[in-house]
């Protein structure tokens, strides 16, 4: 999951949440979500209550990517514009 300043924390954690569970339910590691960040350092949330610290940064992603999920508000119209997302 691609995450950049200002994103919504529930809009980080909530998808994330249903890879965790199928993994659980199943008893077996079916997904294995990451984080990144343009550059791999922690993104502030909206409001700047907290920071998430990526798993990696956007030059460190696998190889193989089988699904990309990009957050979305409120941070996304900054984010769109931002050249070394692109």
Known sequence: MLI???VAFVDVCGPLEHFRLANFRTGRRLYAPITAS???AAVPVA???LKIEPTCGCDD???RIDLLLI???PG???AAEDKSIK
């Open 38 to 40: 343009v550059d791999g």
């Open 76 to 78: 996304y119209s900054a």
């Open 4 to 6: 950049y300043p200002k």
């Open 61 to 63: 992603f696998p190889v």
């Open 47 to 49: 409001g700047s209550f």
């Open 71 to 73: 957050t979305a508000r």
